[in-house]
């Protein structure tokens, strides 16, 4: 399994490799410190996108809407000094961490966002089990069903699809709380 592709678009060239430093062990790191840079140094492999929303060239949130624009589903953190104001609820990231940042901040930080991605991947294969299952349970009567090993793993499958579901999700709330 290849390990989490983290892009760090922070202008202070210090705080930046603090940052990259902190997530090293863990995740595949790349640094950008302005925003064009953040724009050209982002890919379809990036996973996670750490933004100062203060950034020479173009802003945290210039750098937001043309990596939404590109990518939808990539995960974004917000990590600023930029207390947030009501304009906040407008725009696409996934979360908001207001500097000063400490390691624990921003490791959190990027685990919160991979279990976002994975909480999507699981609610997919949910939906996609379910919907299997309910199409079967329309044609095929009851002892038809109880007859299948198919139908049972499946059903079998969507219970602890359901229930890795709910691990990430109380995960999640015990995490950070809302």
Known sequence: MSRTRVLIAEDNDELAALIADWLAPDYDVRVATDGREAVER??????VTLLDRRMPG??????????RDEHADVRVGMVTAVEPDFDVLAMGFDDYVV?????????GLVRR???LSDYDDTMAEYY????????LEE???DAELDASDEYAAARERLRAVRERADRT???ESTDRLF
């Open 42 to 47: 982002f890919d379809e492999s990036v996973d």
């Open 58 to 67: 173009l802003s945290g949130d210039e750098v937001l809407d043309r990596i």
């Open 99 to 107: 500097k000063p940042v400490l390691e624990p901040d921003v490791v």
């Open 113 to 115: 966002l991979e279990s």
């Open 128 to 135: 996609r089990l379910a919907s299997t299952l309910a199409t």
């Open 139 to 141: 044609a095929k009567s």
């Open 169 to 171: 999700l109380d995960l």
